[in-house]
Nanobody
Framework: QGQLVESGGGLVQAGGSLTLSCAVS????????IGWFRQAPGKDREFVAV????????YYDDSVKGRFAISKDTAKNAVTLQMTKLNPGDTAIYSC?????????????????????WGQGTQVTVSA
C-alpha cells in the first residue's frame, strides 16, 4: 500500500473543534478502506471511525458518534475526520490506517489487525 500522512492535530479547548486529514496515495485511496484510531498515553490503541473504499460506508465508535464525522475528499485523495464537542478524554495521538479487507459488517474494521499500513500519527490535545 502507499503512504498515509496525517495532519491537522493541535491544542484545543474543551468544546472546540478540529479537523484531521489523512493524505493517501492514489492507488491506496481508491482501493483501500481507511480507518482512524487513537492512542492515549498508557492506553491501548482504540478505534475511532472508518470509511469504506466501496460505497463510502461509515462506522463510528460509540464514544464519538454524533461528534465526529469521517469523509473523503476525492479531489485531494484524503480522508478527513471532523471532530466537534471535544473533551479532554479525546486527547490522544490520532493515526489513520489502510485496510484491504472487505466486510459487510463494518464492526470488523474496529480491530487494528485488519489494517496493513499506518501513518505516523498527529497529536490532539484537549484542555479542560
Amino acid at each position: 500500500q502507499g503512504q498515509l500522512v496525517e495532519s491537522g492535530g493541535g491544542l484545543v479547548q474543551a468544546g472546540g473543534s478540529l479537523t484531521l486529514s489523512c493524505a493517501v496515495s492514489g492507488r491506496t485511496f481508491a482501493r483501500y478502506t481507511i480507518g482512524w484510531f487513537r492512542q492515549a498515553p498508557g492506553k491501548d490503541r482504540e478505534f475511532v471511525a472508518v470509511i469504506t473504499s466501496i460505497g463510502s460506508r461509515t462506522y463510528y465508535d460509540d464514544s464519538v458518534k454524533g461528534r465526529f464525522a469521517i469523509s473523503k475528499d476525492t479531489a485531494k485523495n484524503a480522508v478527513t475526520l471532523q471532530m466537534t464537542k471535544l473533551n479532554p478524554g479525546d486527547t490522544a495521538i490520532y493515526s489513520c490506517a489502510a485496510s484491504g479487507s472487505v466486510f459487510d459488517d463494518l464492526s470488523y474494521y474496529t480491530s487494528p489487525s485488519e489494517y496493513t499500513a499506518w501513518g505516523q500519527g498527529t497529536q490532539v490535545t484537549v484542555s479542560a
